[in-house]
């Protein structure tokens, strides 16, 4: 079981930046690869990126091509997700999640341990 902790959210205007990080504890988190979900209200939960466990393999849903970019550091056991040119329908809840492999997975029931979430509004 990993445990993770997400920071980083906050409130932006259109066309600015947020960087959000997730913590993992634990000794399996360089093994599984890692994603980053968002929920807003009244919509369902959807993947938003997702990297290997080496980081040498991610997703991102079109909605965030080109914009979003997720890294990671094993040795920091930290994944993160840098957010560009951010825009009001990016507003959300995001929730960093470890999935129960260390391939690139994009649906939540491949994913087995979540964080609490971090709130993220972006003004228009």
């Known amino acids: 079981q990993v445990q993770l902790v997400e920071s980083g959210g906050g409130l932006v205007q259109a066309g600015g930046s947020l960087r959000l990080s997730c913590a993992a504890s634990?000794?399996?988190?360089?093994?599984?690869?890692m994603g980053w979900f968002r929920q807003a209200p009244g919509k369902e939960r959807e993947i938003v990126s997702a990297?290997?466990?080496?980081?040498?393999?991610?997703y991102y849903v079109d909605s965030v091509k080109g914009r979003f970019t997720i890294s990671r550091d094993n040795a920091k056991n930290t994944v993160y997700l840098q957010m560009n040119s951010l825009k009001p329908e990016d507003t959300a809840v995001y929730y960093c999640?470890?999935?129960?492999?260390?391939?690139?997975?994009?649906?939540?029931?491949?994913?087995?341990?979540w964080g609490q979430g971090t709130q993220v509004t972006v003004s228009s």
């Open positions: 999640a470890a999935a129960l492999t260390p391939y690139v997975a994009t649906v939540r029931t491949a994913f087995g341990s």
């Open positions: 634990g000794r399996t988190f360089s093994s599984v690869s």
């Open positions: 990297i290997s466990w080496s980081g040498g393999s991610t």
